[in-house]
């Protein structure tokens, strides 16, 4: 079936530094989607993107629709601790209701 | 504040029993869904459901059955045919008239089988 390959699996970080994380597939889709998820909980919508090549914010946080539509990334600037947690890239399947999720980047940060 | 709620948080079953794990929403989505997530695993889907009294299986859906008599609600039952059920299960719900909405998840139910 369809996957999406998510890297690097986990990363160690300093607080302060910049982080990024990618996620590819061999297939094109036209909605990408990042969510965090902490410790127990369900997973948070950070930023959705719907246009190749469409780059965009969310505070410290900036993602971009790769032009191709098969890839996307998601960068965290100035890390901070409560940055914490699993990261996961979504893509919708077109005509339908499904998703798709990565197996997710596990960050930790150290203080 | 309009959410989804699981409940409960943790659950704890006998092998052979089967369970039932609560979804409600009060967004006003038409879709709903449930997720299996395991350790180092992405989600995976288990059911959706696009409208009341109507639902599709997703790609693990053997071993689970959910039913949806209300728009608000989207119960899951972890059966005893569910040979590996311990795992994290999310339930999430989307806007049906817009097909790329964001999921919106709840904050999970943590089964565990002995």
Redesign the interface.
């Given at each position: 079936?369809q996957q999406?390959n998510?890297s690097p699996q986990s990363m160690f970080i300093q607080e302060g530094e910049d982080v990024s994380m990618n996620c590819t597939s061999s297939s094109i889709f036209?909605?990408w989607?990042w969510?965090k998820q902490d410790p127990?909980?369900?997973?948070?919508?950070l930023i959705?993107l719907?246009k190749a090549g469409e780059l965009t914010s969310n505070g410290r946080l900036t993602a971009q629709f790769g032009i191709t539509r098969k890839d996307s990334f998601l960068n965290i600037s100035a890390s901070i601790p409560s940055d914490v947690g699993i990261y996961?890239c979504?893509v919708?399947l077109?005509?339908?209701?499904?998703?798709?999720?990565?197996?997710?980047t596990r960050l930790k940060v150290l203080a | 504040d309009g959410g989804i709620t699981q409940s409960p948080k943790y659950l704890f079953r006998k092998e052979g029993q089967n369970v039932t794990l609560s979804c409600e929403q009060n967004l006003n989505h038409d879709a709903m869904y449930w997720y299996r997530q395991d350790p180092g695993q992405g989600l995976r889907l288990i059911y959706y459901s696009q409208i009341v009294n109507d639902f599709q299986k997703g790609d693990i859906a053997e071993g689970y059955s959910v039913s949806r008599e209300k728009k608000e609600s989207f119960p899951l039952t972890v059966t005893s045919a569910q040979k590996n059920p311990t795992a994290f299960y999310l339930c999430a719900s989307s806007l049906l008239r817009q097909p790329n909405s964001p999921l919106h998840f709840g904050n999970g139910t943590r089964l565990t089988v002995t």
């Amino acid at each position: 079936g369809q996957q999406l390959n998510q890297s690097p699996q986990s990363m160690f970080i300093q607080e302060g530094e910049d982080v990024s994380m990618n996620c590819t597939s061999s297939s094109i889709f036209n909605t990408w989607l990042w969510y965090k998820q902490d410790p127990g909980e369900g997973p948070v919508l950070l930023i959705a993107l719907y246009k190749a090549g469409e780059l965009t914010s969310n505070g410290r946080l900036t993602a971009q629709f790769g032009i191709t539509r098969k890839d996307s990334f998601l960068n965290i600037s100035a890390s901070i601790p409560s940055d914490v947690g699993i990261y996961f890239c979504a893509v919708h399947l077109s005509g339908t209701y499904k998703y798709i999720f990565g197996t997710g980047t596990r960050l930790k940060v150290l203080a | 504040d309009g959410g989804i709620t699981q409940s409960p948080k943790y659950l704890f079953r006998k092998e052979g029993q089967n369970v039932t794990l609560s979804c409600e929403q009060n967004l006003n989505h038409d879709a709903m869904y449930w997720y299996r997530q395991d350790p180092g695993q992405g989600l995976r889907l288990i059911y959706y459901s696009q409208i009341v009294n109507d639902f599709q299986k997703g790609d693990i859906a053997e071993g689970y059955s959910v039913s949806r008599e209300k728009k608000e609600s989207f119960p899951l039952t972890v059966t005893s045919a569910q040979k590996n059920p311990t795992a994290f299960y999310l339930c999430a719900s989307s806007l049906l008239r817009q097909p790329n909405s964001p999921l919106h998840f709840g904050n999970g139910t943590r089964l565990t089988v002995t």
